[in-house]
């Protein structure tokens, strides 16, 4: 079974509480989500690891350490993946960066993909799959199976609030996949929408309602 992290450290939460407040406009739900987002892979990262390099300071020479093993990549889901690219690449200016076009049918609620581009060397890298939400979890889990078709097995998801429903069917669909999150909020409502959640993520991001 893979493990759930949820993030509660104070700043996190700090911004995350202003994303969900219905006041908050786009310009600012957009810089908090690309804040939390570099803040969260900071910790997603913590296990990576590092060996020891020869370095030589203006003092002297010194063995210290450098990251080491499989590169990394980043798979946001589209749309509103899209708002934690800028936060994760400033962190890790060096990863590839895939995309996945899914979109939820407003009636069954199930994923529709339209787009996938994943980076030549995909099942070379750990991946990040990021979207800020993940409430029935028919994106995320669909998303990292397009991922593992092509190949790519080591593969972590970062979601910003996740429901318990989306937890259990990405658990039950992909037992090798970590999950990394900053809110894990009560319930799903009757439009598969997350309980509180901050409403429709992309349509904030974007301003698109
Ligand atoms: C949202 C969100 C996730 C998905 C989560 O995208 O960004 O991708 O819903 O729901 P699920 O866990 O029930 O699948 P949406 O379908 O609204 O598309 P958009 O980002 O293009 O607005
Ligand atoms: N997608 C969103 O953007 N918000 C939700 O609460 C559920 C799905």
Redesign the pocket.
Known sequence: MSKVHVFDHPLIQHKLSIMRSKDTGTKEFRELLEEISMLMVYEVTRDLPTQDVEVETPICKCTTKMLAGKKLGIVP?????LGMVEGVTRLIPAARVGHI????DPET?E?VEYYCKLPADSENRELLVL????????????AITMIKKRGCHHIRLVNLIA?PE?IA?VQKDHPDVDIYVAGLDEK?NEH?YIVPGLG????R??G?K
């Not at 889901?77 to 993946?81: N, P, S, T, V």
């Not at 979207?131 to 669909?142: F, K, N, Q, V, Y």
């Not at 429709?200 to 349509?203: C, I, R």
């Open positions: 889901i589209l749309r509103a993946g076009g899914l979109y939820r609620h994923p979207d800020p939400m993940l409430a029935t979890g028919g994106s995320a889990s669909d429901a989306g069917k799903l598969a429709d993520a992309g349509d991001l974007f698109t």
